[in-house]
């Protein structure tokens, strides 16, 4: 299977919907890069959260950061201020900001004495980062033109951040982390490390299938 999970049609719907928002935005003077810079905040935000093992507020702002991520390309495309350069700033602090999250939950993990949760953590980081860079260097390079690349592959980025929501939410209303006495209730720990273990794996099949596609093309000059 090569194609994601979302595909460009829902991609398409879903950027339809945030663009009367976007506009919103917009008409209060912020500007497309603002938008970026705020969602970055957001993540950053989760990030502290989730170090300080509140993980319920870590799941919700970052579906808050997720939906705002979806403001600043709508409002660029509907104002005509669409430029590389703000298609750099998105692309670069979308990375730094899913990168700051998985760091607030190593840091949580390890607060919470579980180690493996943050080994999980880090492995999850690095899958994510492969999938991007896989993606980024494939159309440095010619192989994709446009955001064809986006396409491909099981688990993009919107794929894993919902994953990853859920499971800080389970982690946050089972207890989070930290080790319970009471055999009767149930922890945060296997829903969390499940969830990170999930978003390693597909991590990593969503690159072994981005890796396949550019050997797939035909050769470059």
């Known amino acids: 299977m090569i194609g994601s999970i979302v595909s460009p049609e829902l991609r398409q719907r879903v950027r339809g919907l945030a663009t009367p928002i976007a506009v919103g935005f917009g008409r ?47 409002l660029a495309k509907a104002t005509g201020k669409a430029s590389k350069l703000g298609a750099f700033m998105d692309s670069v602090f979308d990375r730094a900001g899913e990168g700051v999250v998985y760091v607030g939950i ?20 690095a899958g994510a980062f492969m999938v991007s860079y896989v993606r980024a260097k494939s159309e440095s390079l010619g192989f994709t033109a446009g955001t064809g690349m986006a396409a491909v592959g099981i688990a993009p980025r919107e794929v894993r951040i919902v994953i990853l ?50 050997i797939r093309q035909p050769p470059q000059e």
């Open 28 to 74: 209060l003077g912020l500007s497309p890069n603002h938008l970026t810079l705020i969602g970055f905040g957001i993540a950053v935000v989760a990030a502290i959260a989730a170090g300080l093992q509140a993980w319920l507020a870590a799941g919700l702002l970052l579906i808050v950061g997720g939906v705002f991520d979806l403001f600043d390309g709508a």
């Open 106 to 125: 190593v840091a949580g993990c390890l607060a919470g004495a579980f180690d493996a949760g943050a080994v999980l953590a880090a492995a999850a980081m």
């Open 165 to 214: 929501t859920v499971g800080l939410i389970l982690a946050g209303i089972s207890g989070g982390v930290r080790v319970v006495d009471d055999p009767s209730v149930l922890a945060g720990r296997p829903s969390l490390g499940f969830v990170l273990g999930l978003i390693t794996f597909l991590a990593t099949i969503t690159t072994i299938q981005r890796i396949v596609f550019v």
